[in-house]
T-cell receptor, first 111, second 115 residues
Framework: EDQVTQSPEALRLQEGESSSLNCSYTVSGLRGLFWYRQDPGKGPEFLFTLYSAGEEKEKERLKATLTKKESFLHITAPKPEDSATYLCAVLKGEYGNKLVFGAGTILRVKS | GAGVSQSPSNKVTEKGKDVELRCDPISGHTALYWYRQSLGQGLEFLIYFQGNSAPDKSGLPSDRFSAERTGGSVSTLTIQRTQQEDSAVYLC?????????????FGPGTRLTVL
């Protein structure tokens, strides 16, 4: 069965303390892996799309990487405004264009 | 430009009533998606529309759920005879096209509470 698993479920960091979030997937025919950020009471906000193993993308303090089995979202020197739920999703050909989401990682950055 | 908009932002209804949720996609986006986000569960796909093609309804949880898209733009998700388990945030997304791996952009959601 196709699965997307994110870890940890929750992460508390001090401001400036770098860390990584993990998204592992077991799907065949991966067409793309997406990272979204979701703030309370809002819809998911697009961050990155990764298409093939070895690909990396960066935006401000965030960097996403992809291997054949997992993706990492690296957060460098986080700030309190980076606090949010980070969602990973895979786009699978078998499902057409449906995104299959992980449960998310709740990140809290304290000043 | 304007993003995906949804209305209402909040809806409280009584069990057994019908509700309609509206989504306005990003202008020019031909693909439109509905997802549901329940407490303790991740986002789950409900239905998607692509141009004039027949919609993919494979994620709809029961026949009480239906959706339509008029004129290739605005979409309405209808839930008939609402049940308490229908309480969730209903999210709409749109993308430029459903071919390839186009990014889906989400609206703010409608929070539905069934009493």
């Amino acid at each position: 069965e196709d699965q997307v698993t994110q870890s940890p479920e929750a992460l508390r960091l001090q401001e400036g303390e770098s860390s990584s979030l993990n998204c592992s997937y077991t799907v065949s025919g991966l067409r793309g892996l997406f990272w979204y950020r979701q703030d309370p009471g809002k819809g998911p906000e697009f961050l990155f799309t990764l298409y093939s193993a070895g690909e990396e993308k960066e935006k401000e303090r965030l960097k996403a990487t992809l291997t054949k089995k997992e993706s990492f979202l690296h957060i460098t020197a986080p700030k309190p405004e980076d606090s949010a739920t980070y969602l990973c999703a895979v786009l699978k050909g078998e499902y057409g264009n449906k995104l299959v989401f992980g449960a998310g990682t709740i990140l809290r950055v304290k000043s | 430009g304007a993003g995906v908009s949804q209305s209402p932002s909040n809806k409280v209804t009584e069990k057994g009533k019908d509700v309609e949720l509206r989504c306005d996609p990003i202008s020019g986006h031909t693909a439109l998606y509905w997802y549901r986000q329940s407490l303790g569960q991740g986002l789950e796909f409900l239905i998607y529309f692509q141009g004039n093609s027949a919609p993919d309804k494979s994620g709809l949880p029961s026949d009480r759920f239906s959706a339509e898209r008029t004129g290739g733009s605005v979409s309405t998700l209808t839930i008939q005879r609402t049940q308490q388990e229908d309480s969730a945030v209903y999210l709409c997304a749109s993308s430029l096209a459903a071919s390839g791996s186009d990014t889906q952009y989400f609206g703010p959601g409608t929070r539905l509470t069934v009493l």
